[in-house]
């Protein structure tokens, strides 16, 4: 088999098993399976190795690495040799520890052949992904990666619109990632384990590859993580952070959410020396290289004008992040200082505006429908024109209702800058506005090749940069020049 982008699935799977191998062998020393799981583990250390050396073979003989046919320079091709011959060694390093392993009778140096082992496993773990580039030449019957891209063409000029196959992020003609040292900034990526194809450990070992240095910390539940994740995530420096859930949950997902963040967010201030955090999910991933350096540039750019925070909080705009719907953001992403996202999860989600967000016959479909209908498609500039009493009039038509995005911004509105709840008297869509503007930055989810593995997203996206009526970067920055009226 050609090296390609499939073959080198079958190389990171083959490895991805010698890991859980040791990691059940940790579990099993002094016990008498001990010997045949690291006899299995043996085995397939070895035949990973092969797959390296068809590898070297391919990129010692082969002037093209792509569909494009974009020819190799010499030295990339050297680099790449490089890095495929320090493969080969650390392989054979592994692979005397497990020969070690089998004729040592001592626990205690058992136990310490086998964290050598971890130790290189994290290593290789990230090159085999992220430094060894891998052609998609894949063809399926008559339907290659070239035609789906053209037929992608065609089906952007019949429909008049711009459409992304998200997919095809996974595999990028050419890549050469980044080493980024961040040691002041941490990722908190909080709830239950995406097992499907790997998911959160591949966007876990993926932040790894581009920020060695900065915390990374997965935030989830007890029984969530398998003994294998632990060993391969924990190889690389991730920390696993596993939560009791509480026994009342409420109607929805938000207290799970903001349970989980907040212990994470603790668990990073612990390090005095990091400043920012980002909160993301585990069934989400953000695949430009340099998506942290882009966040705390926004924040140097935009200084926040609140005296109550220690800067402006950053949301994911689109996927129904609402401009007239009182603090609808979507909340699947925060960057900010760890204090003030911090304070943004620490609610108590038992509000009753909360409890009330949709009646008990019905889901939280009814209750995403109901936001939908009740928010006005108007554009950014018709909707700033809104006089008071229409604003007053829509937000009467809302009601108090809060669904878990709403509810989130809205109370730490309320808790960290107001200093009181939100009365029906109130102007809430002005002061929804007037947080926007001082004290929020929203995002795109293409600035940041954002991907989302659920419903349709998962396949494709429609351009999200046109807000028809919603909350985007670019509507944003109209409320954030507007100058309203006192």
């Keep these: 088999m050609e090296y390609s982008a499939a073959f080198k699935k079958i190389v990171v799977e083959k490895f991805n098993q010698v890991e859980k191998d040791t990691a059940i062998a940790v579990q099993y020393v002094g016990q008498d399976d001990f010997r045949n799981i690291v006899t299995t583990a043996q085995q397939n250390m070895l035949a990973f190795s092969k797959y390296i050396e068809v590898t070297f073979e391919f990129f010692s003989t082969h002037k093209y690495s792509n569909i494009a046919l974009i020819s190799i320079e010499d030295p990339e091709r050297a680099r790449i040799l490089e890095i495929l011959q320090s493969l080969m060694q650390d392989a054979l390093a592994i692979m005397e520890q497990y020969a070690k392993c089998l004729d040592e009778t001592e626990e205690s140096n058992i136990v310490d052949r086998l964290h050598i082992i971890k130790d290189k496993a994290g290593v290789i773990s990230l090159k085999i992904r992220f430094d060894v580039p891998a052609p998609p030449m894949e063809t399926i019957v008559d339907a290659s990666l070239l035609e789906i891209c053209k037929n992608m063409v065609k089906l952007t000029a019949i ?5 992304t196959l998200n ?22 990526i909080q709830g239950p384990v995406l097992y499907e194809g790997d998911f959160t450990l591949e966007t876990l070992l993926y932040y790894r590859r581009l920020y060695p240095v900065t915390t990374i910390i997965l935030s989830t539940w007890a029984g969530e993580v398998t003994t294998e994740l632990r060993y391969m995530v924990e190889a690389v420096g991730i920390v696993v952070l596993e939560n009791e859930k509480p026994e009342i949950t409420g109607k929805t997902n938000v207290k799970l959410q ?9 668990l990073a201030e612990r390090d005095k020396n990091i400043k920012y955090v980002l909160k ?29 925070l220690e800067g402006r909080i950053e949301f994911l705009g689109g996927y ?19 204090g003030d996202i911090k304070r943004f999860y620490s609610c108590s989600c038992e509000d009753e505006r909360l409890e009330n967000a949709y009646p008990d016959e019905k889901g939280t479909g009814y209750q995403y429908d109901r936001v939908l209908r009740l928010t006005p498609r108007d554009d950014v500039f018709s909707v700033l024109g809104y006089t008071k009493d229409e604003r007053l009039a829509l937000c009467q038509k809302i009601g108090p209702y809060k669904d878990p995005e709403s509810y989130l911004a809205g109370s730490f509105y309320e808790r960290a800058i107001l200093g009181r709840i939100i009365e029906q008297s109130d102007d809430e869509l002005m002061h929804y506005w007037e947080f926007l503007k001082n004290a929020a ?3 795109d989810p293409l600035q940041l090749m954002f991907y989302w593995k659920k419903y ?8 999200p940069l046109i807000a028809d009526g919603g909350l ?7 409320i954030y020049l507007h100058e309203f009226e006192e």
């Excluded at 903001?258 to 603790?266: D, M, N, R, T, Y």
């Excluded at 009182?326 to 992403?333: I, K, S, V």
């Excluded at 349709?456 to 351009?463: A, G």
Aim: without cysteine.
């Design 456 to 463: 349709d997203n998962e396949y494709m996206t429609n351009n």
């Design 167 to 188: 997919k095809m992020w996974h595999f990028s003609v050419r890549k050469i990632y980044p080493r980024i040292e961040l040691s002041d900034t941490a990722i908190v």
């Design 441 to 443: 930055i929203i995002i």
């Design 320 to 338: 129904s992040s609402l401009l007239t719907y009182p603090f609808r953001l979507t909340d699947f992403m925060t960057f900010g200082t760890v």
């Design 472 to 478: 985007t970067n670019s509507t944003w920055l109209q």
């Design 159 to 163: 429909s008049k619109d711009y459409y």
């Design 258 to 266: 903001a349970l989980s963040s907040l212990k994470g967010i603790e």
């Design 280 to 308: 993301t999910r585990t069934d989400q991933r953000f695949f430009l290289p340099d998506f942290l350096n882009y966040m705390r540039n926004m924040m140097s750019l935009y200084p926040v004008r609140r005296k109550e």
